[in-house]
């Protein structure tokens, strides 16, 4: 959550003391500012880390904007574990008669191969996916998953650099704002 602190208060005050009124839009409209930026550079930082589209990442962040009489903006995401084919994987087609292992890779310099894990794909629904057996049979199996958005936005080095970039363009933003509002005057 992107909240303005006492010294960013502090400041709109005494630059804005002739006018007021327009603390509460000046605050909100730079609050907004870095959330959007908050937004963009989760997405930046993940794909860092991440073998991940940008656009996976994007869809599952929503912002819940500033408002004058709510001067506070959260960026929050949502979303499940995501099937490991969306992720690097060899071979992303089903091989009938490959007898090497599957490898896949989550994590940027990471990654290996799985045992046990095939790609198939369902006669049912047509989707491609990767599997691995349960048990000693060639059923049950069971479909392999990477982490959610959520979770890779939450480690630390993303969640970290993402609050660091979104109080620098709050900083930022204020600065702007205030001279965007004097020059109003």
């Keep these: 959550m992107i909240e303005l602190k006492v010294?960013?208060?502090e400041r709109l005050e005494a630059a804005l003391s002739e006018t007021p009124e327009?603390?509460?839009r000046a605050a909100s409209r730079a609050i907004n500012r870095a959330a959007y930026t908050a937004r963009t550079e989760?997405?930046?930082k993940v794909r860092e880390e991440y073998i991940i589209k940008h656009g996976d990442?994007?869809?599952t962040i929503k912002?819940?904007?500033a408002s004058e009489s709510d001067l506070s903006a959260s960026v929050v995401s949502r979303g499940s574990v995501i099937p490991l084919i969306k992720f690097r994987v060899s071979p992303k087609k089903p091989q009938?008669?490959?007898r090497k292992p599957l490898t896949a890779t989550v994590k940027r310099g990471e990654g290996g191969p799985i045992a046990r894990a095939f790609t198939a794909q369902m006669r049912s629904s047509g989707y491609i996916g990767v599997f691995q057996r349960v048990g000693n049979p060639r059923l049950p199996i069971r479909q392999l998953y990477g982490p959610s958005v959520p979770q890779m936005i939450g480690s630390r080095n993303v969640s970290q650099w993402v609050e660091e970039r979104a109080q620098e363009k709050l900083e930022e933003r204020l600065d702007h704002e205030i001279s965007r509002v004097l020059e109003e005057v």
């Design 7 to 9: 010294e960013h208060m």
């Design 22 to 24: 327009k603390i509460p």
């Design 42 to 44: 989760a997405a930046r």
């Design 57 to 59: 990442v994007i869809n």
């Design 63 to 65: 912002i819940y904007p």
């Design 96 to 98: 009938p008669r490959r």
